[in-house]
């Protein structure tokens, strides 16, 4: 179980370090549910810990990878409270900045926009049936639309995988083009316009403004001191009782 969650890893770091975290922190959960020694608790604590500090610095994620687990056992209890938090903290930033970054490189298309870019993966695929190429090739070909028309059907279409789409499939129709035939190049160019249009009318995403402190009124002037008839501060001097 442990290899296989290695393989399947994402390949950006930073998301890479979320999954094993979470992997790590779901085994430590069900041993310390199915531990019945108290004191083997901060043995799974430290085990994870260990675990996070190492996938860290294989990762080259910063601030985490500094941590080191202190000499005495006796004082993981402290250590992983704090260390919990410190990896918290760190996962809801790497979300949040993913989460706009994938925003910024992907488009929200809309009903039409989405019915005219099926309608030219339709006509590509037209032009596939009738194009001279071998079953496999046209079966590879097919596969290759069938992923774009899901990636288009998604609520956010990204960037990268439409682009990853057409790089294959020009690799896949290579012999085409060289014979000078281009019978589908013109509905590729129409599906990027439609992407490209629709990026260029989507509105930025923008954090809402924090709101303005309320600032406080500047401290009152002191008044002086009223004075009795001599100049002298002191009240007592005027009072007859």
Known sequence: MDEAIYDDLPDDHELAFVALVQYYKAKLDAAVEQSEQGNAIAYF???????VIAAARSLSIDYIKDHALPDDER???DFYSRFET???NLI???RINHSRRRKKYSVALDGSAKQKIRHYIEQIRVAIEGADLG???RDALFKKLSELTLEIDRDRTRFEIVADSMRRFARLS???EREGAEPWWKWVKLIFGEIDDAKENEPEARLPS???RKRLDPPRKQLPAPQNDRGSGDLDDDIPF
């Open 45 to 51: 604590q430290h085990r994870y810990c260990n675990e």
């Open 75 to 77: 004082m993981i209890w």
């Open 86 to 88: 410190d990896v918290l």
């Open 92 to 94: 809801i930033q790497i």
């Open 135 to 137: 079953p496999n090739k």
């Open 174 to 176: 290579g012999d085409v």
């Open 210 to 212: 924090p709101e303005e």
